[in-house]
């Protein structure tokens, strides 16, 4: 499931998207503090962000910028004004999209999944919590330090990955690592996802993957 950031200090409109969000399938993070919001944007590990520029406090194309020196993750500038200006300062400080309010929620489902779709290509990267799993370098980086993982470790991973909160049997873990060169046995997969659990822990995740007894593994 991936996860949407909502930075809107209208609450009506912020609930309308969030509602939205939800009934499709996304989970939704409403920032309500908007005094902090640089530092939820950093910490959310969101997979995408939707940011409205009229902001109190920090304005939202001051808070992109900032949010760029850190992160590339994608973000969608909401606003009111329809000016080409604001489309090409926003575009100019790492915005993926920009959409003007009242929008088509249609519209904006698209435009979300355009994004996310776009980004999964390009960067080969995708988010757990506040760290980065990059699957092109087989690697989980957390605030600058990075656990490199096996071909194996990293199979095992991206699927509770991609199944986040949910259980995974032993038998799909096995039937993903099913084509690896490496010959997996049960054993085998036990100790693979022992040192997974390790390399998690080290970066901060303790107790990251729960075992259901007689079902699977649920990454949390």
Do not use: C
Request: hydrophobic residues 40%; charged residues 30%.
């Amino acid at each position: 499931m991936k996860k949407i950031m909502i930075i809107e200090d209208d609450t009506v409109l912020r609930d309308e998207v969030a509602t939205l969000l939800k009934n499709s399938g996304y989970e939704v993070q409403a920032v309500t503090d908007l005094s902090i919001s640089l530092e939820q944007m950093k910490s959310s590990g969101a997979d995408l962000i939707l940011l409205d520029i009229n902001l109190p406090f920090v304005g939202g194309e001051t808070l992109l910028q900032e949010f760029r020196k850190v992160s590339d993750t994608p973000v969608i500038m909401l606003t009111s004004r329809s000016t080409e200006i604001d489309e090409v300062l926003s575009m100019s400080f790492g915005a993926d999209d920009y959409i003007t309010k009242p929008y088509n929620p249609t519209i904006l489902l698209l435009r979300i999944s355009a994004v996310l779709k776009r980004f999964t290509k390009t960067s080969g990267s995708q988010m757990y919590h506040d760290a980065e799993v990059s699957t092109v370098k087989g690697s989980i980086d957390r605030n600058g330090k990075e656990q490199v993982l096996t071909k194996n470790e990293m199979i095992i991973f991206q699927l509770l990955l991609d199944r986040q909160g949910e259980i995974v049997t032993r038998d799909d873990l096995m039937t993903a690592l099913w084509d690896n060169d490496e010959f997996v046995n049960d054993n085998a997969l036990s100790v693979n996802i022992s040192r997974l659990r390790g390399k998690l822990a080290d970066l901060g995740f303790e107790d990251a993957i729960e075992t259901r007894k007689k079902q699977g593994y649920v990454l949390k």
